[in-house]
């Protein structure tokens, strides 16, 4: 792999599962973190911040977009730093303001996100300080229609959250809603393209360089399930139950299958895409498929093997 250059200041903290990579600027005029991981890996965002940080002060703290593993520890943050100041993009600020759960996505996944505030929303088209260098914010919906990304035009370093990954890109939450995005993921690529980026640090997994073969392999997932819509149904589906049993670790088949029975994405994914097979038999025939990842059923219960 070519050799990967990070502007001077940028500590990369790549995460497991759950929780999204969290990025902390230093040496600049203020420090900054850019998203913040699921809630209740609150605890080790904040050993990690402050293992660089010390006894200095965490200034900022950036979303690249509001899904829960990429803002559920801002509350920790805010609460162990209470003069930080906060930056989300501006497409659910009022939600955040108001704190509906609902339209921001948590109480229909089923997923937490305990209540924060915001200071200032980030601007598409603008750019932003981030250590010592000024960083592009690019809107770069799909994944999730209010998702930005950051670009730093010297060293050519991408934040790309969840839009491209080293293998692929996050579950198209608006085409199981209902919505039409695949369009927007692809144009959300060719930007990536345009921009030509060097190295990319991705919302999961590792750092990797960018290479056109990164975004042909992009492109040919987005064109499999722009073909066969019920595929990418399948596949988000499952992303959200393994993120359920990696959050609870193990549970009772019966506890499992009622939480997804109430649990509005999976009725709503249900009714568009499989209605003919009931609830109960559509989560167990689900999660068998979930064995081969780590997920495992035994004696009536549902366990995490990660």
């Not at 599962?17 to 990025?23: A, E, G, K, T, Y």
């Not at 509906?100 to 996944?109: K, R």
């Not at 592009?136 to 999730?144: L, M, Y």
């Amino acid at each position: 792999m070519a050799a990967r250059i990070l502007p001077e200041g940028t500590h990369v903290f790549e995460r497991g599962w759950l929780s999204s990579n969290n990025i902390l600027f230093t040496g600049g005029d203020k420090t900054l973190l850019v998203d913040s991981g699921y809630c209740t890996h609150a605890e080790q965002t904040l050993s990690l911040v402050e293992a660089v940080l010390g006894s200095c002060s965490l200034d900022a703290l950036v979303n690249t977009h509001l899904h829960s593993d990429h803002c559920g520890g801002n509350a920790a943050l805010q609460a162990r730093y209470p003069a930080l100041q906060t930056w989300i993009p501006p497409g659910h600020a009022r939600q955040v303001a108001q704190w509906d759960a609902v339209a921001l996505t948590y109480v229909p996944t089923g997923q937490l996100c305990p209540r924060f505030n915001f200071d200032q929303t980030l601007q598409p088209g603008t750019e932003i300080r981030f250590g010592k260098a000024d960083w592009q914010i690019h809107a770069a919906p799909g994944h999730d229609p209010h998702s930005v990304v950051f670009f730093e035009p010297v060293t050519r370093v991408l934040i790309s959250a969840d839009a491209l990954w080293e293998n692929g890109f996050g579950v198209v939450f608006p085409e199981l809603e209902g919505e039409s995005a695949f369009s927007e993921v692809a144009a959300t690529l060719a930007l990536i393209g345009r921009l030509n980026p060097k190295t990319i640090i991705p919302g999961h997994g590792r750092i990797f360089s960018y290479t056109p073969q990164t975004l042909s392999k992009a492109y040919q997932r987005l064109d499999a399930f722009t073909a066969s819509p019920l595929r990418h149904a399948r596949h988000g589906v499952k992303v959200l139950l393994k993120f359920k049993l990696l959050e609870v670790q193990r549970q009772s088949t019966i506890e499992f299958t009622k939480w997804a029975t109430v649990t509005p994405h999976f009725q709503q994914i249900r009714e568009r895409f499989f209605a003919d097979i009931p609830m109960h038999r559509w989560i167990e025939q689900l999660c068998n498929e979930l064995a081969t990842a780590g997920v495992a059923g035994q004696e009536g219960e549902y366990i995490v093997n990660l």
